[in-house]
């Protein structure tokens, strides 16, 4: 549904544009247009900031030619309303009550709903360095019936869950383990055997946040331990993929008492490790998506543009991670990849966007970790990997046909 609403806004947006101020539909103003998800409710449904790409070339405020094409655009059937931002965004809000009808009446015809697109429901997500608390059981409860609700409609769902298992708070851990307890590898494995390790865990994750606060030089070696962890081969990866394989397990049989379950995990080591996350920087660097700051307080960063009221991707995440740009609020630049080298939890993420929609020519393999039993239609631990040599889209082994391939009809993507 959210494609229809998309290719209706770029339509008018195009007409609207091209009456104005006589630019061809190949312009590239006009294809390269960008739709965003405003920040809050209140802002509206979907955003357009195509006023900035056109005010160098008409000499004009972004703010005018926001209220010059609000007023264009007239009555759209589906738009609630169309409001110009001050800050030049024309801010597009649905009439709600229509969708509903419309997505109902196409589930009630049986349209294409049981075609060969593939709708993905993301949920849970639940950093593997503590138990699981009744916020996360809350996400996860809406996304498991929102699943429910499209299969109801016919629709062929795939339900996954983001592991970020080389974030910080892994990391974190790790440092807790090796400089407040001096554990071995061994240690931590045989630890990693006891019935209450993810509580275990999330109290030296706050016993190391408070340590770091008593010395903030002690915040280096998290940075060592984000590195080792990346880089994979080594003690501090080694026990790091301990911490997240038995907490995830401990997770999913929570989650499994809730009737919980899902089709696919995908985990963050394996989009650095089959380098998704290589293939999609150089994209972005092509495309000058992002850029390599030599000035400020980000020089030697890869930073991405944030429009002026434009979204933030961590803004409302639970356990937010360390940002190099964490006490600038101003800052409109989103930090990529930090000058230390390290991939920001918004870098890693752009990688696994590109994989849902089959942009990166690359795809994950079924593996059954540490000898797990894997049972078709169960809760598991599938990590999923493909040679480097392996194109997108070629066959595959194991209980299930997973991930997005080229050729296979459209895809809807959902992040509950």
């Given at each position: 549904m959210i494609l229809a609403i998309h290719q209706l806004v770029r339509s008018r947006m195009a007409e609207a544009v091209g009456h104005l101020y006589g630019l061809p539909a190949t312009d590239p103003v006009i294809v390269d247009m960008a739709l965003e998800a405003p920040p809050r409710r209140a802002l509206g449904d979907v955003a357009v900031p195509i006023a900035f790409a056109l005010a160098r070339r008409l000499k004009k405020a972004p703010r005018a030619i926001a209220q010059e094409l609000a007023t264009a655009l007239g009555t759209i059937e589906g738009i609630a309303r169309i409001d110009a931002a001050p800050?030049?965004?024309?801010?597009?809000?649905?009439?709600?009550?229509l969708w509903l009808r419309r997505w109902s009446a196409d589930a009630a015809a049986g349209s294409d709903m049981r075609g060969d697109g593939k709708t993905i429901v993301e949920h849970t997500a639940i950093n593997p360095n503590k138990a699981a608390h009744i916020g996360h059981l809350r996400n996860a409860a809406l996304g498991d019936?929102?699943?429910?609700?499209?299969?109801?409609?016919?629709?062929?769902?795939?339900?996954?869950?983001?592991?970020?298992?080389?974030?910080?708070q892994v990391a974190d851990v790790v440092v807790g383990f090796r400089e407040l307890e001096h554990r071995s590898v061994e240690d931590v494995r045989a630890l990693a055997e006891s019935p209450r390790f993810d509580y275990y865990c999330w109290d030296l994750y706050a016993k190391v946040t408070e340590w770091y606060e008593q010395d903030k030089a002690r915040l280096t070696l998290r940075t060592e331990a984000l590195h080792a962890i990346e880089h994979g081969g080594n003690d501090i990866a080694e026990v790091a993929g301990l911490i997240a394989d038995r907490i995830v397990r401990a997770h999913l049989e929570t989650m499994k008492r809730m009737n919980i379950r899902?089709?696919?995990?995908?985990?963050?080591?394996?989009?650095?490790?089959?380098?998704?996350?290589?293939?999609?920087?150089?994209?972005?660097?092509?495309?000058?998506?992002?850029?390599l700051q030599t000035e400020g307080k980000l020089a030697g960063c890869w930073v991405m543009r944030i429009g002026e009221g434009g979204p933030d991707a961590?803004?409302?995440?639970?356990?937010?991670?360390?940002?190099?740009?964490?006490?600038?609020?101003?800052?409109?630049?989103?930090?990529?990849?930090?000058?230390?080298?390290?991939?920001?939890?918004?870098?890693?993420?752009?990688?696994?966007?590109?994989?849902?929609?089959?942009?990166?020519?690359?795809?994950?393999?079924?593996?059954?970790?540490?000898?797990?039993?894997?049972?078709?239609?169960?809760?598991?631990?599938?990590?999923?990997?493909?040679?480097?040599?392996?194109?997108?889209?070629?066959?595959?082994?194991?209980?299930?046909?997973?991930?997005?391939?080229?050729?296979?009809?459209?895809?809807?993507?959902?992040?509950?």
């Open positions: 800050n030049g965004y024309l801010n597009f809000f649905l009439d709600r009550a019936a929102f699943g429910r609700l499209l299969r109801f409609q016919g629709r062929q769902v795939e339900i996954q869950n983001y592991i970020d298992d080389t974030g910080v899902y089709d696919l995990l995908t985990w963050e080591g394996d989009i650095l490790r089959l380098h998704f996350w290589a293939h999609a920087f150089e994209f972005l660097k092509k495309t000058g998506a992002v850029f961590d803004a409302d995440k639970e356990d937010a991670e360390v940002r190099e740009d964490a006490e600038e609020p101003e800052a409109r630049e989103k930090v990529i990849v930090r000058s230390n080298g390290v991939v920001t939890y918004v870098g890693k993420d752009l990688a696994n966007q590109f994989w849902k929609f089959g942009l990166l020519g690359r795809d994950f393999r079924p593996q059954r970790p540490h000898g797990a039993a894997v049972r078709k239609g169960d809760t598991h631990l599938q990590r999923h990997r493909l040679p480097a040599d392996v194109p997108a889209g070629a066959p595959q082994s194991g209980p299930q046909s997973i991930g997005p391939r080229r050729g296979r009809g459209q895809l809807d993507s959902f992040l509950v």
